[in-house]
């Protein structure tokens, strides 16, 4: 808690605080500095503030002046929670930025940016962390109260502590109490990201004298011949190996775990539990740490140098597997060299665990990792580490941009085409490929730009010479792109060589595969076991109540789901409509091909990864461990297994149906499919032997299959640009949408035509719709969008934002807005 003399009366001024309130308001709150706070305050730090008649807030103040508020009296802040400033004022241009490009308010970017025990509130939860000892008799007598009336009650709101204490400034004691590590502060479901942990082997030092060895052996061989048989193997592969595991010395000297546990009991064997990369495991760290470039890395880069001095982006096109993470590392140790910061952005933090790996080898404590799997004290401390420059590089989700970088020389954002940097919900809907741009330009920062199919929007600035452009046209070490084959639906059926849902092609490949001690992997790009279940009679189907889709039925749970708002049903062996007992399911999803595939082929090790079987603790980690030890013959996912999987012994992919990608209706269709199905074959055959992808389709002859089979993005690029071009789509126009959402769907109807017209008066034929989207009713709210282009060239975007921002106040202050729910959404593909 901050101790406040009594200022002197020559500072006696009367100050005001702008503050940034974590709320959707559309403008920031003045509060006034008591005069003993005068020499205390500043901006970034947080101040405990009330809002409304009594609800607490923590908030971050923006800005400190002598003008009073005009409208209103402006009420005393309450505490300030900080001695330095927590958020830099470069951060909050960068908010500012953030709301304004994307039409949200800068609450919801405070929300977005500040872990959660950093924002304290009424309403914020805290528990006392249990893997915690603690001494009570050090605590003072309001921390040792909060903490006997958690042992009594797991869960307490911060009104509840105002009310057990009798006091309005308790944030400064939980400050305390959480620095000390003794509660949790809103703590998250999500569970701790921890590493893949293996136990390595190691002699005891007495026994690399050979005299002492020979007698241990002499003894073991008679009293204990298995732990000999350790002894001996261990010997036998520490010659071979610089390091020993000890499923490795189990599996090598058949002696069982008892006899190695005995070894480490007697102090012969010594065991150490280390992190390990999960996904890397054929390269030892030596090799890892003094690799060297390819002639072809090194042009690139050398390129990708020459370019950055004179562009602030680069884009590196290289195909899958061309070693892009090597140049990447050497990029990280030039920027670092100068004493600047990196942050490396991925799109699937869980799923690239090798590349953290990889760069600690490298980088060592320097390196901070930072995304939605760490607690919140976890979160709190790597944002208190970067705001002191102890981190130099930091590997993260697309939140990291928001982190309080002191200097950043280098943003790479690996995979920038990946739909997982735009945030959908709640706001701010941002793109952390494009706001690193701005971000990188604020900091005198370059970006460099990652992908084998990188983005039309992106493509087209480095054709145009906005970015830089350098290409990687080969895979490391001369291994071979994947053999793909084409394989006919429609052709298989008619021919009855169809088993199920896998043609004759792919079951002899994954056979074939599975017989040559490799490893395969099936895509389906949906979950579940199969999406419609439908009446033969009256065709009747269960659809959600809460939103207008078919139910998805899922075998593990026996029950129909809801897979946009999680409601559940039981699945029914009547007919609700007609009572008929001819129910069947249409289409198929993973957990269905998981299900066949058991019974064409009862002997092969079979696992799923998809949302449903990584939602537990840990489940993402043993999946990937078990494919690593090779515990898994075949393994069927979602778009999960397309994204960071690097696999030695994958050889085989198979797509199990393209047309569900082909046939989508949107305008980013082909682009979309292309790179699905570019990154997913790009799983096979990554170091060694050349892989094989067999795509099934109705649809053989199909332009983007083509395009995948040549590795033609250029194709694909020059044809899909003609056709956005004739009909006004990025990156010739930019686009914003505009949800309504109400319960009723009649008044909606005359929300939505109202807030088009009045659009209309500003914009004419730039404005389009309202229409319904696909799903036109989610969580019992019907949708109506509308959707604005505006021409790239000679368009002012901030004048058009600001009169769209106007045309919605507007909307909301008239009687026929009552229920709704306005959402902009900037660049929304």
Known sequence: MLEF?????????????????????????????????????????????????????????????????????????????????????????????????????????????????????SETKVTLNKEYEFDKTLLNDKEFMITEALDLQPELTISDIVKLLGQKTVMPVLKSLFEKNIIHISEEVSERFKPRRKTFITLHPSYNNQDNLRELFEILERRAPKQADAVLAFIKLSRQQKTVTKAELIEDSGAGDGSIRALIDKEVFIAEERAISRLRYDEDEEAISTFTLSDVQQTALEDIQNQFASKDVVLLHGVTASGKTQVYIRLIEAVIATGKQVLYLLPEIALTTHIIERLRIYFGGSIGVYHSRFNDNERV????????????????????????????????????????????????????????????????????????????????????????????????????????????????????????????????????????????????????????????????????????????????????????????????????????????????????????????????????????????????????????????????????VAKGLDFADVTVIGIINADSLLKYPDYRANERSFQMLAQVSGRAGRRGKQGKVVIQTYDPSHRVIRQVIENDYADLYSTELEERKGFNYPPFYRIINIDIKHQNPEILYNQAEYLANELRKHFGERVIGPEAPLINRIRNYYIKSIMLKFERENTSMAKAKALIRETITQFQTTKLSKGSIVQPDVDPY
């Open 5 to 121: 003399a009594q200022a002197p009366q020559s500072n006696r001024r009367t100050l005001f605080v702008d503050v940034i309130l974590p709320l959707a308001i559309s403008r920031n709150y003045t509060y006034r500095v008591p005069f003993e706070m005068n020499d205390h305050i500043a901006i970034g730090k947080r101040v405990v503030v009330q809002f409304g008649k009594s609800r607490l807030y923590t908030a971050i103040v923006a800005g400190v002046g002598e003008l009073a508020p005009e409208k209103y009296e402006a009420k005393y802040i309450i505490e300030i929670l900080d001695n330095k400033p927590i958020v830099t004022e470069r951060q909050l241009q960068f908010w500012h930025w953030v709301a304004e490009y994307y039409m949200c308010n800068e609450g919801e970017v405070m929300n977005a940016a500040l872990p959660s025990a950093l924002k304290l509130a």
């Open 381 to 640: 401390e790597v944002w208190q580490k970067v705001l002191q420059g102890e981190y130099k590089v930091i590997l993260g989700a697309r939140s990291s941009v928001f982190l309080p970088f002191q200097d950043l020389g280098l943003i790479i954002v690996d995979e920038e085409h990946e739909t997982s940097y735009k945030q959908y919900d709640p706001a701010p809907r941002y793109n952390a490929r494009d706001a690193a741009v701005y971000l990188a330009n604020m900091h005198k920062g370059k970006v460099l730009l990652g992908s084998a199919t990188p983005s039309f929007e992106t493509y087209y600035n480095a054709r145009t010479n906005k970015y830089g452009l350098v290409e990687l046209n080969e895979r490391y070490g001369g291994v071979q792109l994947p053999l793909i084959e084409v394989v006919s639906i429609a052709a298989e059926t008619k021919q009855k060589t169809m088993q199920s849902h896998f043609t004759s092609v792919l079951i002899a490949d994954v056979q074939q595969a599975i017989e040559n001690k490799e490893q395969v992997i099936l895509f389906q790009n949906r979950r579940g076991y199969a999406p419609v279940l439908m009446c033969r009679v009256c065709a009747y189907t269960p659809k959600c109540i809460n939103c207008d889709v078919s139910l998805t039925f899922h075998k593990h749970t026996g029950k129909l789901h809801c897979h946009y708002c999680g409601y559940k049903e039981d699945s029914p062996s009547i007919c609700p409509a007609c009572g008929s007992t001819h129910l069947e399911y249409k289409g198929f999803g993973t957990e269905k091909v998981e299900d066949e595939l058991s019974v064409l082929m009862p002997d092969a090790r079979l696992a799923r990864m998809d949302l449903d079987t990584t939602r537990s603790r840990n489940s993402l980690q043993n999946i990937l461990n078990d494919l690593e030890d090779k515990k898994i013959d075949v393994l069927v996912g979602t778009q999960m």
